[in-house]
């Protein structure tokens, strides 16, 4: 192989494996999203994962003098909502632009957009929706 040819190559190689980590080190990001969320004055606070799961509930001591149960629940709902709507709004903004169209920011593995090895890059042109060459 010339040398020119394998400088190349190497070149192509090196700003791959680049590009895997700086997506890798974005999946680790994206995995420590988490939003928290108050509601009735401060009374509820929930914290959720970035998946909207609820990982921590609170009560003011308050609480149960100043709400019923219905009321509680509506509280515990609307904190959970609007942690949620935060996640999604923290993940949008983290994944504009590397997401492919039409694929989900929630669980999408970005890792995936680069296989560990580039043995086929047709395959990666098509993930990332780029037109063949």
């Known amino acids: 192989m010339r040398a020119e040819w394998q400088a190349h190559i190497d070149e192509l190689l090196q700003t791959y494996q680049e590009k895997r980590q700086q997506i890798a080190d974005m999946q680790s990001r994206l ?12 009374m509820v606070r929930v914290k959720v994962d970035r ?9 003011d001591p308050r609480v149960q003098r100043k709400l019923g149960s219905e009321e509680l629940a ?13 996640v ?4 949008r903004t983290a994944m504009q632009g590397l ?5 989900s920011e929630g669980g999408f593995d970005l890792t995936k957009l680069l296989p560990e090895r580039p043995d086929d890059f047709e395959a990666v042109r098509e993930r990332l929706r780029m037109p063949p060459r």
């Open 31 to 42: 995995e420590a999203i988490e939003a928290e969320a108050e509601a009735a004055d401060g």
């Open 51 to 59: 998946q909207g799961r609820l990982t921590s509930l609170e009560f």
């Open 74 to 86: 509506e509280a515990i709902l609307e904190a959970s909502k609007d942690a949620q709507a935060q």
């Open 88 to 91: 999604a709004e923290q993940m």
């Open 99 to 103: 997401v492919p169209e039409g694929q």
